[in-house]
Every structure is written in structure tokens, then in C-alpha cells.
């Protein structure tokens, strides 16, 4: 029997890392764990780092580990992790500090001192992304108004997974898809969107080559082979290196009816396109238009999604307490349906902090009955998540047209069944769940092709398929879910 092509998939997330060796024999992949390791901020001072030795040591350790389990050298590795978070490197290709995590309170404000020099409106029509605080463009003028001497040192800017391919083989480019999240990107030029940088006074020349997903870069610096103990060389891959790129790539029978929804730490919701949505109506709904795998375009909504429950996890560990994801749904199902409600992207939960006394804290702040238990506490955040999910499938049918059947949701969310149900019940529509691990799939996929091995993302989508099984959820209807969604939207409008 010919033996399987293998790949090392680096799949970075914002709450834990991952390295996965992904199989090819022809027909399906196969993916087999490597090393896992968690993954967060590090305070330092009044700011919050990403501790980049920490993970490099780590992609190092699942590197050891491939190379122990099968004794070969795979046929590439590619790297794919969460958008706007970038390194500096200086003349000599050192990294001049460590990178700054996107919750970082540095760019509190920034977007309001940018908006004096060029308008929201005028930088969504030209990259097509939507304000958040923490993207590429505000963390950079923040070092602009600070006069950070880092940025003017800086020869060369690399987002989070293009400087792990830069660790890995020594090339300085960046990685189309990746790129876009930046809001420095052109929605339809094809390159860095030059007029917002020039009109913020960012140094352009720090901005890196862009190329493709597929692209195939150097070998691996000899360094690295040696320390892993690899005896033969094999290529770093650029792959759809934002991990929501990879994801939706990832995803079987993504036509035009469905709905993507990458869930973890933040929820991506989307639809495919074949050209960004820049209207009057998409910059009012906060919608932003980053790049697929394939070139398309993702429109979609940033949504923070089981980063609450992340939080009061964390928190309720602090106190002694620890609860798992069973834990959390079975102790929500016995919790009172509708309580309360909170919306997920308001402010008091971007942050770091004691989140269940944040959402107490909120109820209370808009006249609801303030959850006590775990249970409530739990409930409410899975309740109003699936609202949000129904709020934005109501707006991505007004921007498009389209009369969307079903919600295609991967990743770690994907597992929750609770969740799931709550979702197509609350938008009327069927959930399909699946990939989990959609991100390292697609991560895998795309090297598949890059290599040859498979003859396009549509071919990998179909050999995705054909590997994976996936769950349905069917909505039940209630009159209860509307009642509750017309008691969310007067949250959001709030």
C-alpha cells in the first residue's frame, strides 16, 4: 500500500496553539494531533504581549514530535493564525519586541484621532474592512502618535504567521489573506492600500511583498532541520494563513444558500463573494470583506463569540472552581430559557476581566433580572450568542439578496450541541457542524494543492468532504425565540 503524503499544519488560535500532521492518501486526509500547548496575552507592565519565544518553542517541540512519530520529513508545513496581530523586524532580521496582543489598551481611542485625518467611511471604501480598535491600521498609528522608536527602527512588518514562516525558512513576505485583516489592504487594487497609509503617517516601506495562498517559499533554515532533527529539507508553504480563511476553505458544500460561522474565541459569520460589499448599507452594519482562499471575498461579521464563557471559565477556576463544557450545558439546560440577554460585542466584554460580574453587571444596567447560578450565567451567553447569530443572518439577507437554508458552523464551537441547537432554533434555518478542526484542514488542504497533489481548493473541498463526518441540527420552531430575539435587538440598538 503507497504510503500516505504527510503535511505539519502550525494552527495558532488566541487561546491555544496547535500542530497537526495531515494525511493524504489520495482519496482523504487524516489528521493526527502532534502537540498542543495554551496560548494568551502576557502582561507585562500596564501592557499585554504575545509571548512569541513561548510559541516558537512550542512549534519547535511539535516538529520534535513529527519527527519522532513517523522518522521522515513531511512535504511542507504551513502556518495559519488569528488576523491583525503583527512583529517588527529590524535591518539584522531581528525581532525588535515582542508583539502586542490585540486587547492591548494602547489603540483606546486611536480610531477617533485617525478619523481627524481621514474619514471611517473613506478607509472602509478603499479596504473594504471594518473599524475595530485593535486592527494592524490603529495599533500602527497608536506607535505613529507615540512616537514608538520601535516603528522607525522597524525594516520590515510580518503579521503573526508570516513571522512564523520567516522563523521557519527566512522569508519576509506576507500572505494575501492574512494580509486583508490588516485594514492597510486595497479591496481592489490588488496591494497595500497606500493612501491610508500615507494619510496616517505610517512608514510604508516597512509593508512587506504580498502573495498568494499556495505560494511556495524557501526550505527550511538548516538550523531548524538540524535542531528537529530533520536529515532532509522540505518547504515552509504560504497557506490561507488567516485561520479564518483556511476554515471557510475547509468547509464541504459551501454554495450560495449556506452561511459560514467559524466558532471559538471570536465568531466569524460570513457569506462567499466574488467582490467586496463596500455599500452605504454594509459600512452601516459593520461588515467587513477580507480575502478567501480562492481569492473570493468573505463578507462577514466580527462576533465576539465563546470568549465570554473562556473568560467566566478562567475566572470561576481563580475562585476554585472548575467547570468543563459538559459542566457549563448541562447546568444551563436546567437554567431558566430567556432570563436575560446581553450583547456579546458590547464593550464591557472586549476586555479581560471578573466576566460573570460583567454580565451581572449589565443585566442589571439594562432592567433584567440578574443571572446568580453558573447555569444562568451560562444559558445567557449561549442564548444571546444564537440571537446575534440570528441578527446578522437577517443583515448578511439584506446586503446579498439571498435566501440563506443553512448555517455551516466549524471549529471548537462546533462541539457544543447545545449551542448548535440554540442556534437553529433561534434562526429558523438547519445547522450543519463541521470540521472541528477545520483551520488545520484547510491549512493541510491548501499545501495539498501547492504541492500537487490535489488539482484545486474545489478538489480539496470535495476530499474534505468525503473525510469528515458531519452533524445536522434541524430548528424547532417557537414563538419564544421571537419574543426573545425582539428583546435582543433592543439591546443592540442601545
Known sequence: MKSPIKFVAVDLGASGGRLMAGLWDGERFTLEDLHRFPNGGVTVGSNLYWDMAAIWANLQSGLKEYRTRFNDSPAGIGVDSWGVDFGLLNKAGHLIENPFHYRDKRTDGIPALAFELISDRDIFSATGIQTM??????????????????????????MIPDLCSYFLCGDKRAEYTEATTTQLYSAFAGDWEYSV????????????????????????RSQVLEECGFALPFPAIAVASHDTASAVAAIPSMEAESVFISSGTWSLMGVELDAPNVSDESYRLGFTNEGGADGSTLLMKNITG???????MRHWKSQGQSHSWDDLQTAASLATPFKCLIDSNARDFQMPCDMPDAIRHYCHATHQPVPDTVGEIARCAFESLSLKYRSVLDSLTALTGRAFRTLRVMGGGSLNTMLCQMTADA??????CGPVEASALGNVMMQAVATGHLPSIAAGRAAISASIQSRSFEPHRSDAWDAAYARFKQLESS
Not at 505613529?144 to 520590515?156: I, K, N, P
Not at 497609509?197 to 527550511?220: E, F, S, Y
Not at 434562526?427 to 450543519?432: F, K, S
Open 306 to 312: 465563546l470568549w465570554i464563557i473562556q473568560e467566566c
Open 427 to 432: 434562526c429558523d434555518a438547519q445547522v450543519v
Open 197 to 220: 497609509v500615507k494619510a496616517l503617517d505610517i512608514p510604508a516601506a516597512i509593508l512587506p511583498p504580498v502573495i498568494k495562498p499556495g505560494t511556495m517559499l524557501a526550505p527550511l
Open 133 to 158: 480598535q485593535f486592527n494592524t491600521l490603529y495599533q500602527l498609528y497608536s506607535m505613529v502618535r507615540s512616537h514608538d522608536r520601535a516603528l522607525y527602527e522597524a525594516d520590515r512588518l510580518l
